[in-house]
């Protein structure tokens, strides 16, 4: 119980950080979309985008490697060299991808940015930072120390919004936000640096084991590019077709769709390295009750969040944005939110997969849903505009999570509450009806409604006995 009261904290600390990155982009919307045209938003959903991926791809699935193998290493010298090994490859990999940049801005300012080249310039020193920056982070997460990591996380986003926001509202318009997501990337990774060095010290690499990990981490960045091809990719090909306005009315009904991934971060964060102990100790009883648990507590929030997100989505996206991209990006939101349910559930079957280190399977997983969606992509904008995109990544999500599911149930067979699911559902339409029928308007009954929803949603939940009473003595005892 103590373990699971530790690991229900550690979630919780992640959640809230997970939040505050979530809703970075959320408070960013108004901002952002009420202070420069569609089209300046638009490009700064594409340099979002792109800086989703580049990094990420950069760490030659370094960072992944990492969080799965420096839990188990043993000795100082062996971590030191580890983590060194490590940095300087990213730190080569970075510089060159911010060089390929800079060298073709002109190019990649005309197919993706509406041929701003300065734009690109400050791209390619943003993507250099967050290279780095983001396989730091990674740094305490392997070594489990989530305060830390937390903490760095936090005031990341943090900074961002109140950089982004001092430059935007000078009237500096998508120039100053770039400026101010290049010197918040700066700024962090110099921070983050200053803890770790004194504490890990400084050694010279010697690059050992570095083939075993590399063998390991870059099958993972076949499903990293995958996972942003289904996720991001559909915005290139919306400027591509119908131009940066286009990705300006698509973007705040994706974003806000794509709240509920917040719900399986927290999971993705934490469960690869608890379950990495116990797989490894033979233990595979715990596995599989994290396994189920874990599934079940994300349903129950995601569930209801995006019946709600759905309903709602206009009224939200007339107060975070204009009311001309509520009209054209509301029904962006209901397809998102249901792919990014599909999602958290794919992410929890997926750590199966990952124990029995066959990420080359996840790998092919994500190739095939990628190449599907974007090939859809490419076919039904030009003709169906932005709502084909939403489409084609919902299908793509559900397709994943199929072959996800019928793959890993051949390594390990974990209880799902099936029962539970159906009364997630029942309570969550249940509530749907107080929305239909209240309709609320304005932030404040929006906000109210929201509340009231919430409320009724777990109260109801608990008269259909959807936990039991152990599991609601355990919550009681984490909030006291």
């Known amino acids: 119980m103590k373990e699971y009261k530790l690991f229900a904290q550690r979630m919780g600390l992640v959640g809230l950080t997970k939040f505050v990155n979530r809703f970075q982009g959320v408070i960013l919307l108004p901002i952002l979309t009420k202070n420069m045209s569609v089209g300046d938003y638009g490009i700064w959903a594409q340099i979002m985008v792109t800086i989703g991926i580049i990094p990420a791809l950069m760490s030659l699935g370094l960072s992944e490697s990492m969080v799965r193998f420096m839990p188990s290493v043993k000795g100082r010298d062996k971590l030191q060299d580890m983590f060194y090994s490590f940095l300087s490859i990213i730190t080569l990999t970075g510089l060159f991808a911010s060089l390929m940049i800079y060298i073709m801005s002109e ?15 400050i791209l390619s020193l943003v993507v250099f930072f967050k290279t780095l920056q983001k ?14 990591h937390s903490m760095l996380t936090a005031t990341t986003n943090i900074l961002l919004v109140l950089l982004v926001a001092f430059f935007v509202l000078q009237g500096e318009g998508i120039m100053g936000a770039a ?28 690059f ?21 091809i289904l996720n991001s990719s559909d915005r290139y090909v919306i400027s591509g077709f119908l131009g940066t306005s286009a990705v300006g009315y698509y973007s705040p009904g994706y974003t806000l769709g794509s709240i509920l991934q917040m719900f399986v971060a927290p999971l993705n964060f934490m469960l690869p390295m608890i379950l990495s102990k116990h797989y490894d ?3 595979l009883e715990e596995v599989k009750r994290y396994l189920s648990y874990s599934l079940k507590y994300f349903l129950a929030i995601a569930i209801p969040a995006a019946f709600g997100l759905s309903l709602l989505s206009r009224q939200l996206l007339e107060i975070l944005s204009t009311p001309e991209i509520a009209e054209q990006g509301y029904i962006i939101t209901p397809f ?17 997969a990952m124990l029995v280190k066959k990420t080359k399977v996840i790998g092919t997983i994500w190739v095939i849903a ?9 076919l039904l904008i030009p003709y169906i505009g932005i709502i084909a995109a939403a489409m084609t990544t919902l299908l793509s999500f559900a397709i994943a999570l199929g072959f996800i599911v019928q793959y890993s149930l051949r390594y390990l067979q974990f209880e799902i509450d099936f029962f539970f699911i159906l009364k997630s559902v029942f309570a969550s339409v249940l509530m749907s009806g107080i929305i239909l029928l209240w309709n609320p308007d304005g932030v404040v009954i929006t906000l109210l409604s929201i509340g ?11 008269l259909l006995k959807g936990f039991s009473r152990k599991e609601i003595d355990f919550f009681k005892t984490f909030v006291y």
């Not at 400026?179 to 010697?206: F, Q, R, W």
């Not at 009231?452 to 608990?462: A, D």
């Open 208 to 228: 050992k084991g570095l083939k075993e990990h590399l063998s390991y981490g870059i099958p993972t960045e076949s499903s990293t590019m995958s996972r942003w």
């Open 336 to 352: 998102v939110a249901l792919g990014a349910l599909l999602f958290g559930i794919f992410s929890v079957f997926e750590k199966v």
């Open 370 to 378: 990628a190449a599907l969606n974007l090939g859809l992509n490419i």
């Open 179 to 206: 400026k101010g997501l290049l010197l918040n990337s700066a700024i962090m990774v110099l921070i983050t640096l200053l803890l770790i060095m004194p504490n890990l010290g400084l050694k010279l690499p010697e």
């Open 452 to 462: 009231v929803c919430v409320v009724f949603y777990f109260v109801t939940l608990i």
């Open 281 to 283: 100790g033979n233990n």
């Open 135 to 148: 396989f730091l982070l990674n740094y305490f997460r392997a070594t489990q120390q989530i305060k830390k």
């Open 107 to 121: 190019q990649v300012a005309g197919l993706l940015f509406g041929g701003n080249v300065m734009i690109v310039e």
